[in-house]
């Protein structure tokens, strides 16, 4: 368990956040400066606070009160950056190994040979850094911050310099050391895909303040709109059940309470719980269901909220059953089709707009 409640003030910056989390992914979300790594900075004993508390497993790292702080090096905890920060005079193995230098000898719980099996990297072990492509280095860090056994994992944007095939490669990798090793994780980053596909509690974090705390359906139903720099960015995050497959047509077939999704692709065993993400630039609305139209995704619901922009409107839709859902259309065509609050309507999402590279499953509990 990690309970974080500091703050710091860095110049005219002031930063007040407090969470806290127990096994899997908390990640802490939100756009560059808003205080994301100088959180984690202070987890990590990289920065000392002005105030507060950081405990980790009812042991307190930080306690300014009581004059506490623990350096960084006794704190057992796992750092992951974007840059992997490998030794580049020693080889894969002899870096792995540094990392195993900072467990205790009676508490290396995590085995050496299930950190590489895990992380498909046996084959790299004689490579020196510079010979890694950098999708395999972020594998070595990772399995480098494993080998020191920590009580916590903190990932710094470690995706951020990778291309989007590297980065599809290591999400499951990190999926798997969270479902695996259990060792609780806080992550940092700014992209909607990866704190939806890999947490289960996200804080999202504006200009050094805590803006909410939820799932991830809870936090973008409620903030999407706002935390967005421009249209494109603006995304809602629902959650449903696969309950089928069109194997003719290579589809699967999603249930929300309001209706159906169709994914080009797998998104998990039939049952299973996923989450999607739907861009609101990629809503249409309709006053009635789907007829003659290749967009075959419909979900039903009721408006309400509307912002307007210049030549277009951000519209809230309340879901039937549960979930919110954003839709940007223009302000022409909002007027014309009479479209206000309580109106019911259908938002149509067109199967091609969605990633299914980027679908979360669920685990069961």
């Not at 003030?9 to 908390?26: Q, T």
């Not at 506490?68 to 905890?77: C, G, L, S």
């Not at 395999?136 to 470690?158: M, N, T, W």
């Not at 302000?331 to 479209?339: I, P, S, T, W």
Request: contains cysteine.
């Amino acid at each position: 368990m990690i309970e974080v409640d500091v703050g710091l003030r860095l110049g005219a910056f002031d930063l007040e956040v407090a969470f806290r989390n127990g096994e899997g992914v908390i990640a802490l979300f939100g756009q560059s400066g808003s205080g994301k790594s100088l959180t984690l900075s202070l987890i990590a004993g990289l920065v000392r606070p002005d105030r507060g508390r950081v405990v980790l497993d009812g042991k307190a790292l930080v306690d300014v009160e009581r004059r506490v702080f623990v350096p960084m090096h006794r704190r057992r905890i796992g750092l992951v950056f974007q840059d992997s920060n490998l030794f580049p005079h020693l080889s894969v193995k002899q870096n792995l190994l540094f990392g195993r230098w900072f467990a205790p000898r009676r508490g290396r719980e995590i085995n050496f040979d299930a950190v590489i099996e895990t992380l498909g990297i046996g084959n790299l072990l004689a490579r020196r850094p510079a010979r890694l492509s950098g999708g395999e280095r972020q594998r070595v860090a990772i399995g480098r911050a494993l080998l020191s056994c920590p009580k916590l994992l903190l990932f710094d944007e470690p995706l951020a310099a990778l291309d989007m095939q590297r980065k599809l490669e290591i999400m499951p990798l990190i999926e798997q050391v969270r479902d695996e090793f259990k060792v609780p994780i806080v992550y940092i980053s700014h992209a909607i895909e990866e704190v939806v596909r890999l947490a289960t509690t996200i804080v999202v974090i504006d200009a050094g303040r805590v803006k909410a705390i939820g799932s991830p359906g809870e936090v973008f139903g409620r903030v999407s709109a706002h935390l967005a720099e421009e249209r494109f960015d603006r995304a809602s995050v629902l959650t449903m059940k696969v309950v089928g497959a069109n194997a003719a047509y290579g589809l699967t077939e999603l249930q929300h309470p309001s209706g159906t999704v169709w994914l080009a692709g797998p998104a998990g065993p039939i049952g299973g719980v996923t989450r999607i993400i739907v861009k609101a630039t990629d809503v249409t609305l309709s006053l009635g269901p789907p007829h003659d139209l290749s967009t075959r995704s419909a979900l039903s619901g009721t408006i309400e909220g509307i912002e307007k922009d210049g030549p277009l409107a951000m519209v809230a839709i309340a879901l039937d059953g549960e979930g919110r859902l954003f839709a940007t259309v223009t302000r022409h065509a909002f007027d014309e089709m009479g479209l206000d609050s309580g109106v019911r309507v259908f938002a149509l999402i067109k199967t091609s707009a969605l990633d299914e590279r980027k679908i979360a499953s669920i685990p069961r509990a």
